[in-house]
T-cell receptor, first 116, second 113 residues
Framework: AQKVTQAQTEISVVEKEDVTLDCVYETRDTTYYLFWYKQPPSGELVFLIRRNSFDEQNEISGRYSWNFQKSTSSFNFTITASQVVDSAVYFCALSSNSNSGYALNFGKGTSLLVTP | ETGVTQTPRHLVMGMTNKKSLKCEQHLGHNAMYWYKQSAKKPLELMFVYSLEERVENNSVPSRFSPECPNSSHLFLHLHTLQPEDSALYLC????????????FGPGTRLTVL
């Protein structure tokens, strides 16, 4: 069975603080894909990153960075110098072909509030 | 033209009404999806179409009926809904099939009275 756990339900930070959103996943597959999406109050899910299980290199994109560690089955997301516009719900998701490769298994999301 | 559009953005309907949700993708993708997002629950995949053929149907009640006339358009026909069907309905598309990145529309906020 596949599962994605985002243990942090809500996080509140003050602008310019760094914040890390945790994601832990479970799968028996050796080939799988991990995703992060952002859902602002408008409702649309915005794609942030896709990572396959064979690529453990960490990635940085501007203020965003991702730390993929297969040893701990984690794919954590860090926002550096947070801004009010980062306030949203963030979802981690997992996909693999053994569980119908079309299905994205989402975590329950972490609601991030950045205050001025 | 934004990638994935959905209409209407908000819908209120009674339990005896029939309505349809529309999704259109402008990305040249071959697969389209319907998801349901209820409060306090993870997103649930409802239906998947690949090259206009339904490839996933995750035990969705028959009061939800999808239609995919071509690879750019996806509909969700609604009839005799229940109040617990109130949710945000999200459409997505992807280039090919399995494990491709899915791009989402803004959703339709449905309220069933």
């Amino acid at each position: 069975a596949q599962k994605v756990t985002q243990a942090q339900t809500e996080i509140s930070v003050v602008e310019k603080e760094d914040v890390t959103l945790d994601c832990v996943y479970e799968t028996r597959d050796t080939t799988y894909y991990l995703f992060w999406y952002k859902q602002p109050p408008s409702g649309e899910l915005v794609f942030l990153i896709r990572r396959n299980s064979f690529d453990e290199q960490n990635e940085i994109s501007g203020r965003y960075s991702w730390n993929f560690q297969k040893s701990t089955s984690s794919f954590n997301f860090t926002i550096t110098a947070s801004q009010v516009v980062d306030s949203a719900v963030y979802f981690c998701a997992l996909s693999s072909n053994s569980n119908s490769g079309y299905a994205l298994n989402f975590g329950k999301g972490t609601s991030l509030l950045v205050t001025p | 033209e934004t990638g994935v559009t959905q209409t209407p953005r908000h819908l209120v309907m009674g339990m005896t009404n029939k309505k349809s949700l529309k999704c259109e993708q402008h990305l040249g993708h071959n697969a389209m999806y319907w998801y349901k997002q209820s409060a306090k629950k993870p997103l649930e995949l409802m239906f998947v179409y690949s090259l206009e053929e339904r490839v996933e149907n995750n035990s969705v009640p028959s009061r939800f009926s999808p239609e995919c006339p071509n690879s750019s358009h996806l509909f969700l026909h609604l009839h005799t809904l229940q109040p617990e069907d109130s949710a945000l309905y999200l459409c997505a598309s992807s280039q090919g099939g399995e494990s491709d990145t899915q791009y989402f529309g803004p959703g339709t906020r449905l309220t069933v009275l």
